[in-house]
T-cell receptor, first 115, second 113 residues
Framework: EAGVVQSPRYKIIEKKQPVAFWCNPISGHNTLYWYLQNLGQGPELLIRYENEEAVDDSQLPKDRFSAERLKGVDSTLKIQPAELGDSAVYLC?????????????FGPGTRLLVL | SQQGEEDPQALSIQEGENATMNCSYKTSINNLQWYRQNSGRGLVHLILIRSNEREKHSGRLRVTLDTSKKSSSLLITASRAADTASYFCATDGRGSTLGRLYFGRGTQLTVWP
């Protein structure tokens, strides 16, 4: 089965520009996560979706970050405007409902560099 | 913070040796997981151990959990160069944060051929 797909893999932008990341979870996985991973750190959750509903977004900086998961499948994470401190890897993960729901399957990430 | 903290931060060994990484956490958990991350890649789930379990095996991996000490260890036996990666422990949230994983900073393992 195909894994979690993310695009782009790399993105370089200037500060104050907008940027968007796209994620396609594993087919049939109801739960989708966006994580931020800074260099030398573990991932930190930004937002979690159950189907199309954001059920945990308390760590999403809502002044500049937004996310959506239309139709409960693909998801987009946007930053507008980007700041230098947003340079990091943005990871998407998904997990199934039912048995094994605790295990998360990660995509390769989008590495963002803000200049 | 509920984050797990791995120890050591970096570990360098020869192929064939065993590698042991430790994780400590602060709050009660339902389960604890270990993930591996190769450079420039996403995380890969290795093993999950529940709070009522003390030890679990998967191939060359052995995980222990001591809830009284709020600690876990990951043992990789007969290590290979391909085991070179960062290893993260992750604890689960409870209550309103159920479903959220809290990751530590990871242990960078280097296995020399």
């Amino acid at each position: 089965e195909a894994g979690v797909v993310q695009s782009p893999r790399y993105k370089i932008i200037e500060k104050k520009q907008p940027v968007a990341f796209w994620c396609n979870p594993i087919s049939g996985h109801n739960t989708l996560y966006w994580y931020l991973q800074n260099l030398g750190q573990g991932p930190e959750l930004l937002i979690r979706y159950e189907n199309e509903e954001a059920v945990d977004d308390s760590q999403l900086p809502k002044d500049r970050f937004s996310a959506e998961r239309l139709k409960g499948v693909d998801s987009t994470l946007k930053i507008q405007p980007a700041e230098l401190g947003d340079s990091a890897v943005y990871l998407c993960a998904s997990s199934p409902g039912g048995t094994g729901w605790e295990t998360q399957y990660f995509g390769p990430g989008t590495r963002l560099l803000v200049l | 913070s509920q984050q797990g903290e791995e120890d050591p931060q970096a570990l360098s060994i020869q192929e064939g040796e065993n590698a042991t990484m430790n994780c400590s956490y602060k709050t009660s958990i339902n389960n604890l997981q270990w993930y591996r991350q190769n450079s420039g890649r996403g995380l890969v789930h290795l093993i999950l151990i529940r709070s009522n379990e003390r030890e679990k095996h998967s191939g060359r991996l052995r995980v222990t959990l001591d809830t009284s000490k709020k600690s876990s260890s990951l043992l990789i036996t007969a290590s290979r160069a391909a085991d070179t990666a960062s290893y993260f422990c992750a604890t689960d949230g409870r209550g309103s944060t159920l479903g959220r994983l809290y990751f530590g900073r990871g242990t960078q393992l280097t296995v020399w051929p």
